[in-house]
């Protein structure tokens, strides 16, 4: 396939490029910016593209790639928000970071068939994501009592920063945790997966 990289590291150019091309693929073009790969006359197959960016996002740059041609999106986010809004905008296909070295030629090849790509462990990280309760039935306020938690904070800390008090946080964390049917532990987890707090770096 002839395939184009929007990513903005050129170490990791570098080893697609020789993953890619070493096993019949051919890599046409190389930006750093999603902004060059839209103003570009090259037409690949494919793009891979990185949602970390400077200037344009990967998300912000989709709808303008897959007028083109299908999108891979390889990326070191892995929650499932970033999955679900990946898709949402016209990816064909989400591939984590981690996993690239061993499931991108299985990306391109399920892409080449006509069919969308999602890794085996995202998909199933997905499923539970789209079956939880999101955000949107938390007030605002649940929503940044239940994020300073996740963050790591005490309650009498979430609530200094809120300016509220501390049994007035506790009340906010109860009702959080009745509606999304949750436990404490899984907050952070749950706060991740649902954009409310970064991925803790690998």
Request: hydrophobic share 45%; glycine share 6%; no cysteine.
């Amino acid at each position: 396939m002839r395939v184009a990289l929007i990513e903005d590291h050129a170490v990791v150019r570098a080893g697609l490029r020789l993953l890619l091309e070493s096993s019949g693929h051919r890599v046409v073009a190389e930006f750093d910016r999603a902004e060059d790969a839209i103003a570009s006359d090259e037409r690949p197959e494919v793009y891979v593209l990185d949602l970390n960016l400077p200037g344009m996002s990967g998300l912000e740059a989709l709808p303008h790639l897959t007028a083109r041609a299908r999108v891979l999106v390889l990326s070191m986010h892995e929650e499932p928000v970033y999955v679900s809004e990946a898709f949402r905008h016209g990816a064909a296909g989400f591939l984590s970071k981690r996993a690239a070295d061993v499931a991108l030629l299985d990306a391109l090849a399920a892409l080449a068939r006509g069919e969308r790509y999602l890794h085996p462990d995202l998909a199933a990280r997905l499923a539970e994501y789209v079956s939880e309760p999101g955000p949107e039935v938390l007030s605002r306020r649940e929503r940044d009592v239940i994020a300073g938690l996740a963050r790591g904070l005490e309650l009498k800390e979430v609530a200094a920063h809120l300016g509220i008090s501390p049994k007035t946080a506790a009340t906010y964390k109860a009702r959080a945790l009745a509606k999304l049917g949750l436990r404490r532990g899984e907050l952070a987890r749950w706060a991740r997966e649902h954009g409310l707090v970064a991925e803790p770096p690998a």
